[in-house]
């Protein structure tokens, strides 16, 4: 056993990046394992490349944004909150700002001065090391049910007091997410609550959303329905596309998808969100007689962007060359309910391959939230997105990433 360290980390992104600095904080001898070239894939694409690092908000206002298990983050997020990680950063060089919703960004918009920053806390501390482009292939368990190490692709051995697992879920498995760390915890008797995609574009078969791919619709108010009920709704932004519909209200909505029910599941949108009826009912009648004369084809082209007009009347089944004086009121009707009502048809949700985070992961019940170590195996930790824990976008789960990892490193033996 020589050279034995006191803690190896599997995966050097946003969880396991922080959970090697607060273990060098703490004075042990930090092994990070990094199966791709480099540190931090993930947080190069966060936030479109510009990383939202996390929320500016008051750290007791993170739990109304976190989907799943928000009781099993308390420690986590009051022990490393916003404020903590901020002043890590800034201290090391990398400067912030706030944008909407609180969302905090560097100041560089490059996501990449984030990884950097981080691996640059870490390599400059002597008791660290880094080992890129390696696979662990088992944990190493004594009889004692501890954790000892890990086996390597190779089954080259390498001694530890403790092993943190921060192997990320399966969200973009392009950058090394593809679930292996399940597999890891599976064989030492985890239970994993069944992966499936959140924070992900929802799939229809509807033609006219296909038609309207590239279109951005902002303040409207899109409601999920499964079975003819409201199941939650959110004002916002959203985005035609190829498959279906996107953007944040969609990308929040899709954690309420239950698939068993997909058959029944509906997205309403409201389009304009900020009229009732009666006051939308008189804007149309204005806007029919200014244009009294012109085809119902461009009847709706003062309320809405022109392509999203003509599939409203579509919809409608008005005959699109009837003037617009001949529009009856029970066709004028038709128009109102669509413009406030508009039905897409929802078929499923995008794969891993575009999800922005995982909704599943190591069973909450099985770590200790105080320590983040496992209940199972002692000296196993876990930190990140394989546990069973997600919040809505704004920078959430990234810090999230970051108190796990944080406290898993705070706690090792």
């Not at 903590?84 to 996501?111: C, I, M, Q, W, Y």
């Not at 899709?254 to 804007?283: C, G, Q, Y």
């Not at 806007?287 to 084809?297: G, I, L, P, Q, T």
Request: proline share 2%; glycine share 8%.
């Amino acid at each position: 056993m020589t050279n034995k360290k006191d803690v190896i980390i599997i995966g050097g992104g946003a969880s396991g990046l922080m959970a090697a600095i607060s273990s060098l904080e703490c004075g042990k001898k930090v092994t990070l394992i990094e199966k791709n070239e480099k540190a931090g894939k993930k947080i190069y694409i966060t936030g479109k490349g510009r990383c939202n690092v996390t929320n500016n908000k008051d750290i007791s206002e993170f739990f109304d944004h976190i989907m799943k298990n928000k009781e099993f983050l308390y420690s986590a997020l009051y022990t490393f909150d916003n404020t903590r990680l901020l002043e890590l950063l800034h201290s090391n060089g990398l400067k912030t700002k706030v944008e909407r919703g609180d969302r905090v960004f560097p100041v560089s918009d490059k996501a990449s001065d984030v990884t950097k920053t981080l691996l640059n806390i870490i390599n400059t501390d002597k008791n660290s090391e880094i080992l890129y482009n390696t696979t662990v292939k088992d944990i190493i368990v004594n009889e004692n049910n501890e954790a000892q190490g890990v086996i390597l692709d190779d089954s080259k051995k390498l001694y530890a007091d403790n092993v943190i697992l921060a192997t990320g879920g399966k969200s973009y498995p392009l950058t090394g997410s593809d679930g292996y760390g399940y597999t890891l915890s599976k064989k030492l008797g985890h239970k994993v609550i069944n992966p499936v995609p959140a924070l992900v574009q929802m799939l229809s078969n509807d033609n006219w959303v296909h038609e309207l791919m590239g279109l951005t619709l902002k303040n409207v108010d899109v409601s999920l329905t499964i079975g003819g009920k409201v199941k939650n709704s959110q004002f916002g932004e959203l985005l035609f596309t190829h498959k279906g519909i996107s953007g944040p209200t969609v990308l929040y909505l899709s954690n309420f998808i239950d698939m068993n029910k997909i058959h029944d599941t509906k997205v309403k949108i409201d389009l304009k969100p900020a009229l009732d009826v009666k006051t939308l009912e008189k804007r149309l009648i204005k806007d029919f007689e200014k244009n009294n004369n012109k085809m119902v084809k461009s009847s709706l082209d003062l309320l809405l962007p022109k392509s999203l007009a003509i599939k409203i009347i579509e919809l409608s089944k008005i005959d699109k060359e009837k003037q617009i004086n001949q529009i009856t009121k029970e066709e004028r009707k038709l128009l109102l309910n669509l413009i406030k009502n508009l039905e897409v048809n929802i078929t499923g949700i995008g794969s891993f391959k575009e999800a922005i985070i995982t909704n599943g992961g190591i069973n909450v019940k099985e770590i200790n939230p105080s320590t983040m170590e496992s209940r199972i195996i002692k000296n196993l930790f876990f930190a990140g997105e394989v546990i069973d824990v997600h919040a809505t976008t704004g920078g959430y789960n990234l810090q999230i990433a970051f108190s796990t990892g944080y406290l898993a490193g705070q706690n090792v033996h």
